[in-house]
């Protein structure tokens, strides 16, 4: 890892103060030179007409970070910790996390309404296709939900003692779940039903790892052309598929993936937790390393 920077300690000093309850105004110098990721695959924009675009980030402590052409702050808008955000347009956007927390805003982020999921559970990942059509995938056992802006979240466990870690949907049918033990489900109408696809690692095994990949991260440029990442014992691993799930090209990394974007040109970049970044430019077929 490399020595804390001046970047780094301002960054450090602004989470303490955030901590206290207060809001921070981060000078953006600072901001423009964010490191990343900070959970990378949480990242969103909200996109303007004039090309004006905000950033939004979300983190522990409830922490909302949001980052503009002018500057940045961050601001506490719960009592958990939030996992994932999803900005659906450029007033709409939901927001997850610890206890079953849901939040919308339909202001831009000036203001977030607290939804009633239904769940203690912690959510760890939302993705909407539009803002009635919208998924979002918890932490134990196996949960689904299905909602949008109107609040009225259908809860389904999908798989029993499962553990999600994220979710992508190609259109408003096909989608794909991916979370610990290997786990890697495709639905093909909207998430009422779905089927468990294999993808064939060999992971390394020891007395107390089974060999079986922890998936942190999918993302999906059609319906059938899409990547899974995740690790296990120290090893990172990378599965590509053209065909839906049917074939894979995988690879196994010195990488702990967290994240997966899907660029442009079928650029696909694979964000690791401690910033030894991959990117493919033959659809997962081969990695090289990205600053």
Not at 10 to 28: D, F, R, W
Not at 134 to 149: E, H, K, P, Q, T
Not at 160 to 169: E, K, L, N, T, V
Request: aromatic share 10%; glycine share 12%; proline share 2%.
């Amino acid at each position: 890892m490399p020595k804390l920077s001046l970047l780094k300690r301002s960054l450090a000093t602004a989470a303490i103060t955030l901590l206290s309850g207060a809001s921070v105004a981060i000078p953006a110098q600072i901001v423009l030179n964010f490191p990343t990721p900070f959970r990378l695959k949480n990242t969103h924009w909200f996109d303007s007409k004039d090309g004006f675009a905000e950033s939004f980030r979300v983190g522990g402590e409830g922490s909302l970070y949001i980052r503009t052409i002018n500057g940045g702050e961050v601001r506490k808008i719960s009592d958990s910790d939030l996992s994932s955000l999803f900005l659906i347009d450029d007033r709409t956007g939901f927001v997850v996390g610890t206890g079953g927390e849901i939040l919308l805003t339909e202001d831009r982020g000036k203001t977030w309404i607290r939804q009633e999921s239904g769940t203690k559970i912690d959510l760890e990942k939302v993705f909407c296709v539009d803002r009635d059509k919208c998924w979002i995938v918890g932490y134990d056992d196996g949960l689904l939900l299905r909602g949008g802006a109107n609040g009225k979240w259908k809860q389904s466990n999908i798989v029993s003692g499962g553990s999600f870690h994220d979710i992508w949907f190609a259109n408003s049918k096909v989608g794909y779940a991916v979370g610990r033990d290997g786990l890697f489900l495709k639905t093909q109408d909207g998430g009422e039903t779905w089927v468990r696809i294999n993808i064939p690692t060999r992971m390394e095994v020891s007395t107390f790892i089974d060999g079986v990949a922890i998936f942190e991260a999918v993302v999906f440029d059609t319906t059938e052309r899409g990547c899974a990442a995740g690790w296990d014992i120290g090893t990172g691993i990378v599965a590509c598929t053209q065909d839906g799930g049917h074939t894979w090209n995988i690879n196994y990394l010195k990488a702990h993936p967290i994240g997966l974007i899907w660029g442009k040109k079928n650029q696909i970049f694979l964000v690791d937790e401690y910033g030894e970044n991959l990117t493919s430019r033959d659809l997962g077929k081969t990695w090289t390393a990205w600053n």
